[in-house]
């Protein structure tokens, strides 16, 4: 039973994008139609390129932001504005998850690679505003994005979190690796599981793994 391995939690860290909804959304979908969009213009390369920079700068750096920032010295606030201005209509609220969420003890952030007031939308589309003591962007790690272990040392500094006392719930397996060393119990929430050291469990529906836990 994973229950008696969250005895000991009182900060829970949930990442946004296909964490707090589930990938059938497809929000991604129009955020890497926007990514590319800004990279061609800001570049000024042909599709074809800005869709290779973008796959490539996620793969290198954690974040295509991060990549543009690094080697580009691209402004990160008018990317993060284009991106982000997505329809959320495929959103549903899930008032399960919410009172999931409600009921665990302790302090709960959410904590994501883009930019805190597109997580806002997302978390009121969901129904699931009111529930978090803090939401964190990119923007509050001073633009580092997970996987840097950096990043996460920011923000869960400036956050107060006892990370041997937290658990965190993610999608991207690479984002677990740096909670996992700082002591922290990790989730991987996607369709598929993968077998890592660095991954505690794995689970394909959010909702019902937080109810199990309850």
């Known amino acids: ?3 008696q391995h969250f005895t000991h939690v009182t900060g829970w860290v949930f990442d946004l994008d296909n964490t707090l909804y589930p990938p059938e959304a497809r929000l991604f979908d129009q955020i890497e ?5 800004f990279v061609m213009e800001a570049l000024g390369v042909d599709h074809t390129r800005a869709n290779h920079l973008r796959r490539h700068y996620w793969h290198t750096y954690g974040t295509t932001l991060a990549g543009l920032m690094r080697e580009h010295d ?4 008018p990317y993060l504005t284009h991106v ?3 329809s ?20 709960k952030i959410v904590y994501t690679n883009g930019c805190a007031p597109y997580a806002e939308r997302v978390i009121a589309a969901r129904g699931l ?12 790690a001073g633009f580092l994005p ?12 400036a956050d107060g979190l006892d990370t041997t006392r937290a658990a965190m719930f993610e999608d991207d397996p690479r984002n677990l690796a740096a909670p ?3 002591g922290m119990r990790t989730v991987h929430v996607a369709p598929d599981p993968l077998a890592a050291d660095h991954i505690h469990h794995h689970t394909d529906d959010l909702t019902g793994f937080l109810g199990r836990l309850l």
């Open 1 to 3: 039973m994973a229950k």
């Open 33 to 37: 139609v926007r990514m590319t969009q």
């Open 74 to 77: 691209v402004d990160p606030a």
């Open 84 to 86: 982000h201005d997505i």
């Open 88 to 107: 959320l209509d495929h959103l549903q609220v899930d008032h399960t998850l919410a009172a999931h969420i409600r009921a665990l003890p302790g302090r």
């Open 129 to 140: 505003s009111g529930l978090f003591d803090a939401v964190y962007g990119v923007e509050h």
């Open 146 to 157: 997970k996987p840097e272990a950096a990043a996460f040392t920011a923000i869960f500094s």
């Open 180 to 182: 996992h060393a700082m």
